[in-house]
């Protein structure tokens, strides 16, 4: 039996009808607070669009200038690695960061200076091209742990020892189980025979053999741990 509908019901408000009313007359009474409002969303949109495009713009710049400095490291290393030859490779990689110098390509190319510089033994502005890359670079980049190596050879040659195996750690650390780990352990293990630890250096070692793969690296590092185990 359907519920009865009484004269007295008909005659009742509509809720919903009710709140539309009220929202049509607060817009009404606000109307131009409303169109400002909208007016300024609108104005936002807009400049979060071109702030993406012109994001994108700089990249693809950026990304120009660093595959002609990569395309000039790689043509001039095939035939002289001096310091003389490399001056123009380091000042192609420097005006990546120079004129972009918030964008992916700049991270790369602290990167690839830290490398250039260590080449030709500057280890001072190799180790400052590391340190602007790891400031830089997302947490996730591929080349964090090869630079964290690199810092390491820089705090080496400098024998800066215990910073070197700082460097070495992290590069362990964040390369997680991959394809560095093991090398990573080697460097410290070498490390601790240059401050002339030898137990320490051999239990690296032994932890360096169980992650190596290469086959020659490994006969290395078992030549060390017999010769530190005799």
């Not at 807009?46 to 950026?62: D, I, K, N």
Request: proline share 3%.
């Amino acid at each position: 039996m359907s519920a009865r509908v009484t004269k007295k019901d008909v005659e009742k408000p509509d809720p919903f009808f009710e709140f539309m009313e009220r929202i049509y007359g607060y817009l009404a009474e606000h109307k131009k607070k409303f169109y400002i409002a909208a007016s300024v969303l609108a104005g936002l949109l807009v400049l979060a669009t071109g702030v993406f495009f012109y994001s994108r713009h700089v990249e693809q710049q950026a990304e120009k200038l660093y595959l002609k400095a990569y395309e000039l490291q790689y043509s001039t290393t095939a035939l002289d690695s001096s310091k003389d030859s490399l001056t123009p490779v380091l000042a192609a990689y420097e005006e990546v960061i120079r004129t972009h110098p918030r964008s992916l390509a700049a991270d790369n190319a602290h990167y690839m200076l830290g490398n250039l510089y260590y080449r030709i033994a500057d280890y001072d502005q190799s180790q400052s091209s590391f340190e602007a890359f790891l400031d830089k670079a997302t947490r996730k980049h591929v080349l964090i742990p090869f630079a964290y190596t690199g810092l390491g050879y820089c705090h080496e040659a400098k024998q800066e020892y215990e910073k070197a195996l700082v460097a070495f750690e992290k590069a362990a650390q964040k390369d997680a189980g991959g394809l560095l780990t093991g090398v990573s352990y080697g460097n410290m293990a070498r490390i601790y025979e240059e401050m002339k630890d030898p137990k320490k250096a051999l239990e690296l070692y032994q932890q360096a053999l169980e992650k190596i793969s290469d086959p020659s690296m490994a006969a290395f590092i078992k030549r060390k741990i017999a010769s530190l185990s005799g």
